[in-house]
């Protein structure tokens, strides 16, 4: 035998110049070939080693695996020492290549050296593992590079510069398709096939998510058609709510129009009544001047009449003097009595409300009111002691003559004007020290507002930088941005449900559509069962849940000629629908799998177990007859790996033209006309009319075709479904981890400072805020006060004015009082005027701080206590008013008696001076009627002072209220004033219209205030889809001239290389079969991808007609020789 191993004769281009081999399979030791240009031959006995030469070479090169050097494993490549040596630890193969530089200075091999080695070596480890060495001049390096090198230079393992056993006579016997991808390898178009394979998933892929957004944009049209209902009702609801905020709004600001209305008009009503009561008071003030005018023309008429009457009348008229003196005394005592009466009434009204709103008292202030109170029993025993004194004093003043008299009386009625104006400064200075304590108070309430702003801005502060450091240490673990993390997984869920029950309904209704065609298929079929079960095993093999299923002989056969397919698929038979498996263990598989699925019956041709024997003598001898085409199963074109189970199927068949020729040779052998008649070898013949076949090769059955596409289609929407879902699991496995994220929080120190941080940071921030408002509010407050404030300081100076002018006018009185008296009389009066003095002073001042300490306490919600011992002092002094006034009452009767039975003695003694007497009667009456008119203004200036008081009081609350007002309309969000709105309602009738509304949207009831939201969602959502549908399609249709132009660059390509091959081919085999004809030929050349490519030899001496399955084995050998050459010559090799 010979091995010949040829390097093209071509001085500037590379060459194998040597082989080494070290203990590489049958050689031991080092074993060194050196090649030559041209052909070197290696020859030898049989066993000497020649392929393993061969198979050192692809060893260095990289097979795909050992099984193409022979061997079962890499160990086997090792020496394994024959019968008398040691077997070897490792092997060593190196390929030494001259790569002299061409005639350009390029080398084939891209390395700037002359001689370039490759070497390999496997050793095994003392463990028995293989460890696998590369090594380029001497230098580690790996198959990749081997491979990078040696493709440059067009030298590869697997190509057919290297021709191994049974290479030749595998190019021979293979199918055409076969035989087309060795032309589609050499001519480089496989790239093409991987690129054509990935535009096409990328398509299927681009038209899955097409098919799911048609499915869902079905579901939002849908969702919106309902979505559209409930937003009309949203949208009723939200304009009736627009508007209830507007009435609202309107309501409150016609609240604030109307307090501030109210307050306005308190605030005249205030100063109407000040003014008034100071109006009535300047007429208290002339009626006092004109009662002493009246005063002295009485005393001037008393004179007369004494004059008149003579001594005698004078003793009467002095006593009828006297009893009117004290009977006016005591009538002014009884009035001023009434007065206190009035205003202590008054006094204990206001006590009381006071004492009910009060709660505690201050310690202090209790203690001051206590002395004053004790203070002032003193000064009025001391002011009593002083009166009597002072009464007593006149008494005998008035006694002494008439001048003193008047002079008395003058002084006394300068007492009634100054008790007048203190009564005026005492209720000025109750307003200045109530104004005083309130501003106080207001004033150190707003330092500790202003110390709490300040603390909480510092708090905020020390709070913001707190905050920063926190989330320096919690980066990463933000709850916020997790929240947003889990609602943005939650939303990829809700639609990738969507999704998923879309593609579920879809795949539901296939699955049923499948059913029904599976069902009508199988009645088509005429073997109910059969037919179903071989297509159950064929999808469960493209499913992968049976391996070793090559396919139904419909499916893996078909005729070399068209003309022969009734003929061939009638001699088949129900054969047709067999199942080819590689083992009977397979089968056996195959067989318990369609009995747990109940998926019907099928006949298995295991290949390992058929045996189809050799055609009989009688079928060999008839089919060189004339008119016998041949043997079915050599007219059918399959793989070469199932031939046994053809054989099996078709037996000793054959196939002959017409009926007569079948009647010539009928006897011993199964014959089948091309009009598909049949002629058993028993003798039986079988024909007529044709029925259409159900199955026909390719697998087909009627029904089939849609039961594939059906069968496509669900198992594409369940590996869509299968998709989806796998979304899903992933979207939900990410809230999954967002959730564990989450609870991780609550055990992470940083992230529960920095919730802690956040909570007591808005806490702060409220702090400020409230703070803020209520200083805003205390400064508003004490403005109001400190305007308050003027006014009674400017009212108490003039009530103050007043008092001076009045004791101006009592001293002056009193000095001409003084002046007229005698001296006893004169040291006494000025000593009860002095004590009286002193005692009013003390009683005054004790009064003041009584009242100082009442309106504190009223301010602070004071001590109970304090105001009730105020209400007891008050009503002992009326219990002595009344005992006084019950004396004063007893005294005046008595006194009237006497006086009227001194006057009627005295009528008797002027009963011709009635004139004189009827004037100074006239005058007393006018003088009496012109007193009470002066008592009744005094009190009701009192009175109306009063009720200005009670006005302000109000005031106070009502601008309060005021306050209260704005701040909830600043809590609502409310202006105060809007430009060009119409007229305010009243308060009533925008109650009214506010509960008008919201009766209204009860009415409507449970309203989706989301559908608006809603509806615009999916409204957005259908346009997103439309959008991505429009950017869907156009991707497919790029896709789809991608693949088009792919396909036709590789059938350009294709078609060239065929012609240069085709035109090598020719040439070759004409030489080796010295002047034979040969051909290459596309069986379909307008589609060359979709058939194979056929091989046409013609020997010298042979019929044009002969095909390559009928040449002899040498001859179809020499034709696959010719196409190597070809190839060769097309794409050379450098060896």
């Known amino acids: 035998m010979t091995r010949l191993r040829s390097n093209l004769d071509r001085r500037d281009g590379m060459y194998l110049k040597e082989l080494v081999m070290v203990d590489f399979k049958s050689f031991k030791g080092e074993v060194r070939i050196p090649f030559g240009r041209g052909f070197t031959a290696i020859t030898g006995p049989n066993g000497s080693g020649k392929s393993n030469s061969g198979d050192a070479i692809q060893f260095v090169l990289g097979p795909k695996s050992a099984k193409t050097l022979r061997a079962q494993n890499s160990k086997d490549l090792i020496f394994n020492g024959g019968k008398n040596s040691r077997p070897a630890k490792a092997c060593a193969v190196t390929l030494v ?10 080398r084939r091999l891209p390395l700037d050296l002359d001689e370039i080695t490759m070497a390999k070596r496997v050793r095994l480890t003392p463990a028995g593992n293989v460890v696998t060495q590369y090594e380029l001049n001497g230098e580690e390096s790996s198959l990749k590079a081997f491979h990078r090198l040696l493709g440059a230079a067009n030298a590869r393992p697997d190509g057919y510069n290297i021709v191994l056993q049974g290479d030749v006579t595998s190019l021979s016997k293979m199918s055409s398709g076969e035989r087309r991808k060795v032309l589609d390898d050499v001519a480089g178009v496989t790239s093409y096939d991987e690129e054509i394979r990935k535009a096409d998933r990328q398509r299927k892929q681009v038209e899955e998510y097409l098919e799911r957004i048609a499915m869902i944009e079905q579901e939002q049209q849908r969702h919106l058609a309902e979505l559209s209902e409930e937003k009309k009702d949203a949208e009723k609801a939200l304009k009736i709510r627009e508007d209830l905020l507007i009435a ?30 100071s109006a009535l008071e300047a007429e208290v003030g002339e009626a006092a001047k004109h009662l002493i005018q009246l005063d002295d023309a009485i005393a001037e008429l008393v004179k007369q009449i004494q004059d008149k009457l003579g001594g005698g009348g004078e003793a009467l008229q002095q006593e009828i003097q006297r009893l009117n003196v004290a009977i006016e005394t005591a009538a002014d005592r009884l009035s001023d009595m009434a007065e206190r009466d009035e205003a202590y009434a008054d006094t204990r009204t206001r006590l009381e409300g006071d004492l009910e709103e009060a709660s505690s008292a201050a310690a202090v202030a209790a203690t001051e009111v206590e002395g004053a109170e004790a203070a002032r029993a003193e000064a009025e025993q001391a002011h009593a002691e002083a009166v009597k004194e002072e009464n007593e004093v006149r008494e005998a003043l008035e006694g002494s003559n008439s001048d003193v008299a008047g002079l008395a009386r003058a002084v006394q009625a300068c007492e009634g004007e100054i008790e007048h104006a203190r009564g005026a400064l005492a209720n000025a200075q109750s307003d200045v020290d109530r104004s005083a304590t309130a501003g106080e108070l207001l004033l150190e309430e707003r330092q500790k507002a202003e110390e709490a702003l300040a603390g909480a801005k510092m708090q905020v502060a020390e709070s913001e930088l707190q905050g ?58 005429g073997a109910t069962g059969l037919t179903g079960g071989a297509a159950a095993v064929l999808q469960a093999r493209d499913a992968g849940h049976l391996d070793g299923i090559f396919g139904t002989i419909a499916e893996l056969c078909a005729p070399k000629d068209e003309a022969h397919s009734t003929a061939l698929s009638t001699a088949i038979g129900g054969g047709m629908m067999s199942v080819v498996v590689e083992t009977d263990e397979v089968a056996a598989k195959a067989i318990r799998w369609l009995k747990q699925n109940n998926a019907g019956r099928a006949t298995f041709l295991p290949l390992n177990k058929i045996n189809a024997g050799r055609p009989a003598g009688r079928a060999v001898m008839v089919a060189r007859q004339p008119g016998v085409i041949g043997f079915a199963h050599d007219l059918l074109e399959h793989d070469p790996r199932i031939a046994a189970a053809v054989r099996f199927v078709l037996r000793n068949t054959l196939l002959v033209d017409t009926m007569a020729t079948a009647r010539a040779n009928m006897g011993g052998v199964r014959l089948i006309t091309l009009d598909g008649s049949v002629a058993d070898a028993g003798g039986a013949m079988t024909g007529g009319s044709p029925r259409r076949s159900r199955i026909s090769f390719g697998g087909k059955i009627q029904g089939a075709s849609e039961v594939d596409r059906l069968s496509k289609e669900v198992e594409r929407l369940r590996m869509m479904s299968e998709g989806v879902a796998a979304k899903v699991r992933e979207a939900r496995e990410a809230q999954a981890d967002v959730r564990r994220r989450l609870g991780d929080l609550a055990n992470n120190d940083a992230a529960a400072k920095l919730a802690s941080w956040r909570s007591a940071h808005a806490a702060a921030k409220a702090a400020l805020n409230k703070e803020e408002g209520h200083l805003a509010n205390l400064t508003a407050r004490l403005e109001t006060f400190d305007q308050e404030g003027r006014r009674h300081l400017a009212l108490r100076g003039q009530a103050q004015q007043r008092l001076s002018d009045a004791i101006a006018e009592r001293d002056e009185a009193n000095q001409r009082l003084q002046d007229a008296s005698p001296t006893h009389l004169k040291e006494r009066l000025h000593a009860a005027e002095l004590a009286k003095a002193t005692a009013e002073a003390e009683l005054q001042t004790n009064e003041a701080t009584i009242r100082s300490g009442k309106e504190r306490h009223a301010l602070l919600q004071g001590n109970a206590e304090d105001l009730r011992g105020r209400l007891d002092g008050l009503a002992s002094e009326a219990a002595t008013r009344a005992t006084e006034r019950s004396r004063l009452e007893a005294s005046m009767a008595e006194n009237r008696a006497d006086l009227s039975a001194k006057e009627e003695e005295r009528r008797s003694h002027l009963e011709e001076h009635q004139g004189l007497e009827d004037e100074r009667i006239r005058l007393v009456d006018e003088r009496s009627a012109l007193r009470a008119a002066s008592e009744q203004k005094a009190s009701d200036a009192r009175s109306r002072r009063h009720h200005a008081e009670e006005l302000r009081r109000l005031l106070s609350s009502s601008e309060a209220q005021l306050l209260e007002i704005r701040s909830s309309m600043v809590e609502e969000g409310i202006e105060e004033s809007v430009e060009d709105e119409s007229p305010l309602p009243t308060v009533a009738e925008g109650e009214r219209t506010v509960r008008r509304l919201e009766r209204k949207i009860e009415d409507i009831g449970s309203v989706n205030w989301r559908a608006i939201d809603q509806h615009a969602a999916c409204e957005e959502r259908l346009a997103s889809l439309s959008a991505d549908h429009g950017v869907l399609k156009g991707r497919r249709q790029d896709l789809l001239d991608l693949a088009e132009q792919l396909d036709q660059q590789r059938t350009v390509r294709l078609t060239q290389v065929l012609s240069k091959v085709n035109e090598n081919f020719k040439r070759v085999y004409k030489t080796l079969s010295k002047g034979g004809e040969g051909e290459l030929f596309l069986e379909n050349p307008d589609q060359p991808f979709s058939g194979g490519l056929d091989m046409w030899a013609r020997p010298r001496g042979k019929s044009s007609r002969c095909r390559l399955q009928g040449l002899s084995g040498g001859e179809q050998s020499m034709a696959a020789l010719a196409l190597i050459f070809a190839i060769q010559d097309y794409d050379p090799s450098p060896f």
Request: hydrophobic fraction near 35%.
């Open 97 to 106: 290549f001259a790569n002299p530089a061409m005639e350009d200075g390029r």
């Open 468 to 525: 920063e450091e926190i989330k320096a240490m919690a980066a990463g673990t933000d709850r916020e941005s997790l929240a947003r993390d889990l609602t943005a997984a939650q939303r990829k869920e809700s639609t990738l449900v969507e999704e998923a029950n879309a593609v579920e309904t879809r795949l539901r209704d296939v699955e049923r559509q499948l059913a029904r065609a599976r069902t009508t298929m199988e009645s088509n079929s």
């Open 248 to 277: 609202r709004a309107r309501l409150w600001r016609a609240r604030l129009a109307g307090q501030e209305g109210a307050i306005e008009h308190q605030r005249r009503e205030v100063d109407r009544n000040i003014e008034e009561a």
